[in-house]
Each structure stands twice: as structure tokens, then as C-alpha cells.
């Protein structure tokens, strides 16, 4: 008896270009009956040429954070290569200000939420019925979040404008009940970003305490085993 082929899973991973987005592009696309694509304002970077070279599953695509029309076209090119996605991953983000909050510029929190809250808006609404036509019966759309965007916990680090940007964006929990929609934290993860902040918040450490393979496996343990019930609208 013949057997049967699996269908293949299709995701999207935006800010795939370094960091856990990277991480996480690069351990999906080793599975098999897998595509990824992988979002990036440059898509022609060296690390998304090189795993597109390694992996023919891998489509890297232009996605520039809260650009609607950018956020549009790249939907558009997706659409026309897979019909649709089972997985939207939105890591795009930035931690570009440390400092306490008396002393922080209002323009740094402009730049938080315009990367890290609206940028999750622009893709959700530009991706949405490409997700919603998933066959796959609960297709997910997964925020990277942040403990710092926690409203349960408090951290005492010098980040205001991620943390509330983070604790914005957490808020994005689904209206569509055919819609598995969670936010993840990942750790205090060993990424460019993670590193500077471990180093400028006097913790005497000199990288996050979360190494960037072990984040990765949890945060793709959490999307795997998602489900309605226990995961949307989850932290």
C-alpha cells in the first residue's frame, strides 16, 4: 500500500535575518515537508542568501516592520508560491534604548512601537486570510515576546520603551476563533540584542543567560504542541 504523503507546512518568519529569527528559520527549514519563508528588510542579506543556498525550502522575502505596502507585497509573492501558511512567526524587533525612564527621549518610544507593536499590526492584517486558508485546522500566528512586556511580573531592567512596546504587542490575541494566536516568551536569549542589554544593566554578566539553541527548541516546543485551548491568547 502506497504511502501517503504529508502535506507540506508553511511558514513565515519575520526579522529571520539574525538573532532567534534566524534560529528559529534555520531549524524549520531542516524538517521535512517544510517551507519557510523568511522575512527581512533586506532579503538579499548574507545570512538569508546562505540559507536559501543551503535549503531549497527556504524563500526569503522583503518585509520591512509596520510598512503596509511592503507587508501587502510580500503576502502577495507568498500567496503565489504557497496558496497559503500554516505558521506566521513575527520576531521582527528592536531593544535600541537603555536608560531610565526620567531620561528617556519620546522618540525612542515612537520607535518601539512602530517596530515591535505597529509592525505586528501591519503583518497580522496584511497576512490574516493567507493564515485563515490554512487546511491545517488551527493555523497559529506566534509573537516573540518578551518578559519585560509581562504585566504580571516585574523586571528591573532599564528598557521601558521595549518592555511596553513588547507588553503592547501581547495584547494581539485572536478574534478569530479558527485562529491559534499566542505570544512566547523566549528567554533572556545570547543574541547580538540580548548581549548588550545583559551588559549595560550592571547584572556583572557579560551575555544573556539563555543560549540562543536552547531558546529556539522551547519556543518551537510551544508551537508545536499549540492547541485553541491551551495556547491562544496565552503568555
Excluded: C
Amino acid at each position: 500500500m502506497p504511502t501517503r504523503r504529508r502535506r507540506l507546512r508553511k511558514n513565515l518568519i519575520s526579522g529571520a535575518n539574525r538573532g532567534i529569527g534566524y534560529g528559529l528559520a534555520s531549524a524549520l527549514a531542516a524538517r521535512p515537508n517544510t517551507i519557510v519563508f523568511v522575512g527581512a528588510r533586506d532579503p538579499a542579506a548574507q545570512t538569508l542568501m546562505d540559507l536559501a543556498t543551503k535549503y531549497p525550502n527556504v524563500y526569503p522575502v522583503k518585509l520591512t516592520s509596520a510598512d503596509k505596502a511592503d507587508n501587502e507585497a510580500a503576502i502577495l509573492q507568498i500567496e503565489k508560491i504557497a496558496g497559503q501558511l500554516d505558521v506566521i512567526i513575527a520576531d521582527a524587533g528592536i531593544a535600541s534604548h537603555l536608560g531610565p525612564l526620567v531620561a528617556t527621549p519620546l522618540h525612542a518610544f515612537h520607535e518601539h512601537f512602530q517596530v515591535n507593536t505597529l509592525g505586528t499590526v501591519v503583518l497580522f492584517q496584511a497576512a490574516h486570510t493567507l493564515v485563515l486558508a490554512s487546511p491545517a485546522g488551527a493555523p497559529i500566528f506566534a509573537v516573540i515576546s518578551s518578559a519585560l512586556g509581562s504585566l504580571g511580573r516585574f523586571l528591573s531592567i532599564i528598557a521601558t520603551p521595549y518592555g511596553m512596546s513588547k507588553a503592547a504587542a501581547k495584547m494581539l490575541n485572536a478574534e478569530l476563533p479558527s485562529l491559534i494566536a499566542m505570544a512566547i516568551e523566549p528567554g533572556w536569549v545570547a543574541t547580538d540584542m540580548g548581549n548588550v542589554g545583559a551588559k549595560e544593566n550592571n547584572f556583572g554578566l557579560s551575555e544573556a543567560p539563555v543560549k540562543i539553541d536552547d531558546s529556539i527548541a522551547g519556543v518551537l516546543s510551544r508551537i508545536d504542541g499549540a492547541t485553541k485551548e491551551r495556547s491562544s491568547g496565552k503568555f
